[in-house]
């Protein structure tokens, strides 16, 4: 079984919709990394010339690949990502291996592709 590793960097407000939307199409699980701090496109300056970068989550979702896809379109719908410069992103990567997996993966093998 080939496996995706959806990432998405997101608000902390968009969050929650963010896993919701992930859920509804499939996605058995996600990780969730606090206050990641970035910097963007533009630099966001505050008093004093210092930089403010607000604090973001980072979303982890191991998706099986055939998923992969409508769990990236709904989490980018559901964050709005696309909104803006500031709204976040998301990225799908290939995954060569993993570990861990093997009752996750005879329960994925029951269900249906699309929930």
């Given at each position: 079984m080939k496996f995706k590793l959806i990432m998405v960097f997101?608000?902390?407000d968009r969050m929650e919709d963010v896993l919701n939307a992930a859920r509804d199409v499939g996605?058995?699980?996600a990780t969730v990394i606090h206050n990641a701090q970035g910097q963007g496109l533009r630099r966001h300056l505050t008093f004093f010339g210092l930089e403010f970068m607000g604090?973001?989550?980072v979303v982890l979702i191991l998706a099986?690949?055939?998923r992969s896809t409508a769990i990236l379109n709904s989490v980018t719908q559901a964050g709005r990502l696309d909104e803006s410069l500031e709204t976040g992103i998301a990225l799908e990567l290939d995954v060569?291996?993993?570990r861990g997996l093997s009752e996750h993966i005879r329960e994925l093998k029951k269900s249906p592709t699309n929930p």
């Open positions: 997101v608000d902390q996605a058995t699980g604090a973001r989550s099986e690949e055939s060569s291996r993993t």
